[in-house]
């Protein structure tokens, strides 16, 4: 049984570019989530869906940042343009059984995003 | 919404000693709590779960936790450490469908 699987696991690129992080969740996983995580703030909820629908966007820091969800099986974090301050570990997670809260979420290893 | 506490944010020790992290949370409702651990390189893996029922939960590895629940905290501990348990080890709650973590603990475990 395959995990959740993220793309690219390390990306560098200069300031001002833009920078696209993709998620495949694991089959049959209703919801996804898109979390960051650096050494000063921990693991920041940016954003989940429920049913490929955008649920809860509170976490997305700014406008330069947006997340979609064309079908069940692959998400999109976009971040345009970038800045040095969005160095982080990006993870994307999903888990099952939209709505309830004690299904555990499974990670993917994360994107080791650096921006010179 | 909830938020997460998790206090000694670095912890040393030798091998053979017990491990207790503490985490305490903020959140009037029904939560759900769950212990995370992140092994180095490595993505965060569900280490053990509470839902209802008996408030000591054991976990893979050898790892329990106990929910008070008029503390507001889900503890965990491990009697004996192995060197493999070198790891950031993360407390999280999930109380109206938002999970929220707190900033962990990275422990070492000297051989």
């Known amino acids: 049984d395959a995990g959740v699987i993220q793309s690219p696991r390390h990306e560098v690129t200069e300031m001002g570019q833009e920078v696209t992080l993709r998620c495949k969740p694991i089959?049959?996983?209703?919801?996804l989530f898109w979390y960051r995580q650096t050494m000063m703030r921990g693991l920041e909820l940016l954003i989940y869906f429920n049913n490929n629908v955008p649920i809860d966007d509170s976490g997305m820091p700014e406008d330069r940042f947006s997340a979609k969800m064309p079908n069940a099986s692959f998400s999109t974090l976009k971040i345009q343009p970038s800045e040095p301050r969005d160095s982080a570990v990006y993870f994307c997670a999903s888990s099952e059984r939209t709505g309830h809260s004690n299904q555990p979420q499974h990670f993917g290893d994360g994107t080791r995003l650096s921006i010179l | 919404a909830q938020s997460v506490s998790q206090h000694n944010h670095h912890v040393i020790l030798s091998e053979a000693a017990s491990l207790e992290l503490g985490c305490n949370y903020s959140?009037?409702?029904?939560?759900?709590l769950f212990w995370y651990v992140q092994y180095p390189g490595q993505h965060l893996q569900l280490l053990l779960k509470?839902?209802?029922?008996?408030?000591l939960v054991k976990g893979i590895k050898g790892f329990e936790a106990e929910f008070i629940k008029s503390k507001f905290s889900f503890n965990l501990r491990k009697p004996s450490v192995q060197w493999s348990d070198t790891a950031e080890y993360f407390c999280?709650?999930?109380?109206?469908?938002?999970?929220?973590f707190g900033k962990g603990n990275q422990v070492v475990v000297i051989p």
């Open positions: 509470y839902f209802s029922g008996d408030p």
């Open positions: 089959s049959g996983h209703n919801s």
């Open positions: 999280a709650v999930n109380g109206n469908n938002r999970l929220a």
């Open positions: 959140y009037g409702g029904t939560v759900n």
